[in-house]
């Protein structure tokens, strides 16, 4: 009793002799625990429960749920319209395409979805790398879920049924490279076209070690550290003072509402260690890209699909990248988004060249050379001419 009597009289006096110190203290516990108590409820306030799907995943170990938003047109031509599919990035649910869905609304159907540990989907189990393939693979379940591909990538090759509804994937950034990967692993035959907003060239870590380095290794182990302070609700805590881990830009607030713009900035732990995964297999699902598309057949019969390349003119140095002189990256970065149209095109009638947008990276979700670019891919494959009036209604 006399120990336990002498640490609580030294307990006292360490904190009488250093007031400050002993008030920062005690204003940073309250801090922390505020986190803690309000972390749940701001969590659940922008996670998505609707439109929700469950599909059979054998290598995620069994049913997964995933959230998925299909906007159709008209009921009774619905199945024949094309279908514009949209592939997020690293870090963001499909709360990021809610302008698009907006501006395609009544003209074509859409469908966005939530990857596994993004917004209302669930969190995909165990801590390994989450590489493109894998997430291709998923992607291909989602689509036929919606009848929009076959259930195995050799039946429509082979006649089997007839030929599903044609699509167009647009993908962000890293959604680009899952977008590129689902259609040399898969190459249905009803996908005539690809829009890829910034999307990483295949060669970026070949070419850049440094940048390989910090993606690789330094990224996830961030991304790992934010999920656990977003556990022990110090990130909310941030939040208080404004500080948002993932922040949007301006066009993104002005665009989207209010709703779809929190999802996006307040990031649960399962979002931040899904970020660490998927950042930590960016690396090898470049190089798997590389391989599937040296290995990709060139058959006659290939649908002739067309490739479209936005990109913004404000293109930043890349994280890794400190060293880069900014005017030589931005050249390079043009060169590799071209290189891609190179790579990927195989229609006449599309432009050789990216887009050049005014938009910052992240804002190209909600850009209108988005729809004019599907536009573009409809009239140069099945000559449907698009004519959309933009709103900015949200």
Not at 231 to 253: H, N, P, Y
Request: proline content about 5%.
């Amino acid at each position: 009793m006399e120990k336990i009597q002498e640490i609580l009289d030294g307990v006292y006096k360490g904190l009488t002799d250093r007031p400050i110190l002993t008030a920062l203290t005690v204003v940073f516990i309250s801090l922390v625990i505020y986190g803690r108590l309000i972390t749940p409820f701001l969590q659940s306030k922008f996670r998505k429960t609707e439109n929700t799907v469950k599909i059979d995943l054998p290598q995620q170990h069994g049913q997964q749920t995933f959230r998925a938003i299909l906007k159709p047109v008209n009921a009774d031509v619905d199945s024949t319209f094309p279908l514009v599919v949209f592939e997020c990035e690293l870090g963001m649910n499909c709360d990021e395409w809610g302008f698009l869905r907006r501006a395609f609304d009544g003209i074509l159907p859409t469908l966005s979805y939530d990857r596994l540990g993004y917004g209302g989907s669930s969190e995909p189990p165990g801590d390994a790398p989450r590489e493109a393939t894998q997430l291709a693979q998923e992607l291909h379940a989602l689509l036929v879920l919606f009848d929009v591909v076959a259930p195995a990538a050799s039946d429509a090759s082979k006649g089997k049924g007839p030929l599903k509804r044609p699509f167009v994937l647009v993908g962000h950034s890293y959604g680009g490279v899952i977008s590129r990967t689902f259609y040399h692993r898969y190459r249905p035959p009803n996908l005539i076209g690809m829009v890829l907003l910034d999307s990483q060239p295949e060669r970026l870590h070949v070419d850049n070690p440094s940048i390989r380095e910090y993606i690789k290794e330094r990224l996830p182990r961030a991304f790992l550290t934010a999920a656990w302070l977003s556990e022990i609700g110090f990130l909310s805590v941030l939040s208080f003072f404004g500080f948002r881990f993932m922040a949007i830009t301006e066009d993104m607030t002005a665009r989207l509402t209010k709703e779809e713009a929190g999802s996006l900035t307040n990031l649960s732990a399962a979002t931040l260690r899904t970020f660490s995964r998927e950042t930590a297999g960016v690396d090898a699902s470049l190089s798997t890209l590389i391989t599937l598309r040296e290995q990709s057949p060139k058959h006659k019969k290939d649908v002739a699909i067309a490739v479209a390349v936005i990109t913004t003119e404000h293109i930043e140095k890349p994280a890794g990248g400190e060293r880069f002189d900014p005017v030589k990256w931005k050249e390079k970065w043009l060169n590799y988004q071209n290189e891609i149209i190179t790579l990927e095109n195989r229609c006449k009638g599309m432009p050789k060249v990216a887009v050049v947008d005014s938009f910052e990276h992240t804002s190209l979700c909600v850009s209108e050379k988005v729809v004019e670019a599907v536009s573009t891919v409809l009239k140069a494959t099945m000559g449907l001419n698009i004519d959309i009036e933009f709103t900015h209604d949200k």
